[in-house]
Nanobody
Framework: HVQLVESGGGSVQAGGSLGLACAAS????????MGWFRQAPGKEREGVSF????????YYADSVKDRFTISRDSGKNTVFLLMNSLKPEDTAVYYC???????????????WGHGTQVTVS
């Protein structure tokens, strides 16, 4: 079993920056790939960015490319998401997710954090 603890998020004006962190504990084989989904009110959950343990796989949704940067501290099994040039459409609950293999579909991920709110006005 993997436990994911998220931190960061909050409120910022458009054009600003925020950071998210997610620390995984437990079975490290189940957190080979970690990343972030987001869900805005009335919308489906969307894959934002993912990274493998050693960074050989990195994915960004087109909507966040060149604005968001994902990184990972493998020793601490923690993933970070730096969000720059934030837009109102980035407003959503951001969920950390982990899986034993990498993919961009939510069905790949079987471990989830509770979510953290990001609000851009």
């Amino acid at each position: 079993h993997v436990q994911l603890v998220e931190s960061g998020g909050g409120s910022v004006q458009a054009g600003g920056s925020l950071g998210l962190a997610c620390a995984a504990s437990g079975d490290t084989y189940s957190s080979v790939c970690m990343g972030w989904f987001r869900q805005a009110p009335g919308k489906e959950r969307e894959g934002v960015s993912f990274i493998s343990r050693r960074g050989s796989f990195i994915y960004y949704a087109d909507s966040v490319k060149d604005r968001f940067t994902i990184s990972r501290d493998s020793g601490k099994n923690t993933v970070f998401l730096l969000m720059n040039s934030l837009k109102p459409e980035d407003t959503a609950v951001y969920y950390c997710a982990a899986a034993g293999s990498c993919g961009i579909d939510s069905r790949t991920y079987n471990h989830w954090g509770h979510g953290t709110q990001v609000t851009v006005s």
